[in-house]
């Protein structure tokens, strides 16, 4: 997959194999699954149509959830990321109430 990409213009992150770059786009692959993130719309389904063409692929559309990892769109722009299934289970080894008191913030980190 890595010579497909290359040939059609990505350049291969130096801190991380499974990222490419392509002027505003950026595509995330690990193992069989990849996402491609732009400022534009067309520019990533550009992206998906270019490498159908050379490789078999298959467009879910948008992301929801990618490696346990969800995602959510909100309103400005900004794309919230969160594990819920994670969170649950570590508060279940935990053994902690659902009933415990929290905080809405962490502790600072000098405590």
């Known amino acids: 997959m890595v010579d497909g990409l290359l040939k059609l213009g990505y350049i291969q992150s130096s801190i991380d194999e499974c990222i490419f ?3 505003t786009t950026i595509f995330f692959t690990y193992v069989d699954d990849g996402i491609f993130v732009d400022v534009l719309q067309k520019n990533s389904n550009r992206a ?3 490498l159908a063409n050379v490789f078999d692929i298959e467009d ?3 992301v929801t959830e990618y490696l346990g990892i969800k995602t959510d769109k909100l ?3 900004v794309i919230k990321l969160y594990q819920p299934d994670l969170i649950d289970q570590i508060i279940a080894e935990l053994n902690l109430s659902p009933n415990c ?3 809405p913030t962490p502790a600072a980190s000098s405590f």
Do not use: A
Request: hydrophobic share 5%; aromatic share 6%.
């Open 75 to 77: 309103p400005g722009g």
């Open 48 to 50: 998906v149509t270019e």
């Open 60 to 62: 879910k559309g948008d």
């Open 101 to 103: 008191k929290t905080r």
């Open 21 to 23: 770059y392509r002027g």
